[in-house]
T-cell receptor
Framework: RKEVEQDPGPFNVPEGATVAFNCTYS??????FFWYRQDCRKEPKLLMS???SGNEDGRFTAQLNRASQYISLLIRDSKLSDSATYLC????????????FGTGTRLLVSP | DVKVTQSSRYLVKRTGEKVFLECVQD?????MFWYRQDPGLGLRLIYF???????EKGDIPEGYSVSREKKERFSLILESASTNQTSMYLC???????????FGSGTRLTVV
């Protein structure tokens, strides 16, 4: 089983739609969680950290469900500029920060 | 903002050549990483370093080595480049626990 699993998509949504991605992780002791965004042929960039209580940053909401070992990303009011690949990232060990990246979920927002 | 700079955006090398990929960060981070990214496989960790002159193997170290002589610089070396090392190489650094990584803009290496 992969340490971090994501649906590769693509998710095709119209502008203004709400879209959600889930990601599952295998190590129940995982300590920290992140969502990264990666545009085509560019480097990944940190979108947001994911906290146990859930957190929101503008149109983006991240949730953590430790019991079921998944994290989610909700994007409201999708924009064309949200089109990208979203990487789910987990630190499975705690302590030293050695992150494990999912292979990403591709989002395409159309006019 | 943290800046992680990779020396080359695109490189074309011949099979058997020794290849150096350089990475420099400007925020005094102790932890630095080298990944490669391939379609369908995602990011895979090659080597990482948590201090000057310290290095640890990641998941796919074969065919690679690294050097960290100064805190800000972490170099990836392909001892004898092969075509299966054609990939996007990404360097990253972090200040530690619970902080994400900051990536360089990547080096797209083609080995012919």
């Amino acid at each position: 089983r992969k340490e971090v699993e994501q649906d590769p998509g693509p998710f095709n949504v119209p502008e203004g739609a709400t879209v959600a991605f889930n990601c599952t992780y295998s190590n129940s002791a995982s300590q920290s969680f992140f969502w990264y965004r990666q545009d085509c042929r560019k480097e990944p960039k940190l979108l947001m950290s994911v906290y146990s209580s859930g957190n929101e940053d503008g149109r983006f909401t991240a949730q953590l469900n430790r019991a079921s070992q998944y994290i989610s990303l909700l994007i409201r009011d999708s924009k064309l500029s949200d089109s990208a690949t979203y990487l789910c990232v987990v630190n499975p060990l705690g302590g030293f920060q050695k992150l494990v990246f999912g292979t990403g979920t591709r989002l395409l927002v159309s006019p | 903002d943290v800046k992680v700079t990779q020396s080359s955006r695109y490189l074309v090398k011949r099979t058997g050549e020794k290849v150096f990929l350089e990475c420099v960060q400007d925020m005094d981070h102790e932890n630095m990483f080298w990944y490669r990214q391939d379609p369908g496989l995602g990011l895979r960790l090659i080597y990482f370093s948590y201090d000057v002159k310290m290095k640890e193997k990641g998941d796919i170290p074969e065919g690679y080595s690294v050097s960290r002589e100064k805190k800000e610089r972490f170099s990836l070396i392909l001892e004898s480049a092969s075509t299966n090392q054609t990939s996007m190489y990404l360097c990253a650094s972090t200040q530690g626990d619970n902080y994400g990584y900051t990536f360089g803009s990547g080096t797209r290496l083609t080995v012919v």
